[in-house]
């Protein structure tokens, strides 16, 4: 059974770090990429960043690029995202999520073939 257990977030104050982890079992981790998506109250799921199953490659939404880095250790079966220089729009639930590494699009959530049950993040003005 594949879990992945999303850990980390809390509340912070505007300009403040958060480090979210995601420790992934029941898959072989090094076969899929890993990607954390958001969603805030009453909006739509959003894509934040996304590492390949090399860790070599990453990508970022244009709205977290320079204040957020994604990476993992394929050692522990773990991505983490650091986010810096946080903002209140920044308020929502953090989801990791995991695609088989012959996908592209990692931007679109419907690539994705697991989800964990997403962490929250609460930014203070």
């Known amino acids: 059974q594949v879990q992945l257990v999303e850990s980390g977030g809390g509340l912070v104050q505007a300009g403040g770090s958060l480090r979210l982890s995601c420790a992934a079992s029941?898959?072989?981790?090094?076969?899929?990429?890993m990607g954390w998506f958001r969603q805030a109250p009453g909006k739509e799921r959003e894509f934040v960043a996304a590492v390949s199953w090399t860790g070599v490659t990453t990508y970022y939404a244009d709205s977290v690029k320079g204040r957020f880095t994604i990476s993992r250790d394929n050692a522990k079966n773990t991505v983490y995202l650091q986010m810096n220089s946080l903002k209140p729009e920044d308020t929502a639930v953090y989801y990791c999520?995991?695609?088989?590494?012959?996908?592209?699009?990692?931007?679109?959530?419907?690539?994705?073939?697991?989800w964990g049950q997403g962490t929250q993040v609460t930014v203070s003005s």
């Open positions: 029941g898959l072989t981790f090094n076969n899929y990429h």
């Open positions: 999520a995991a695609a088989s590494r012959l996908s592209g699009n990692l931007n679109r959530a419907y690539v994705y073939d697991y």
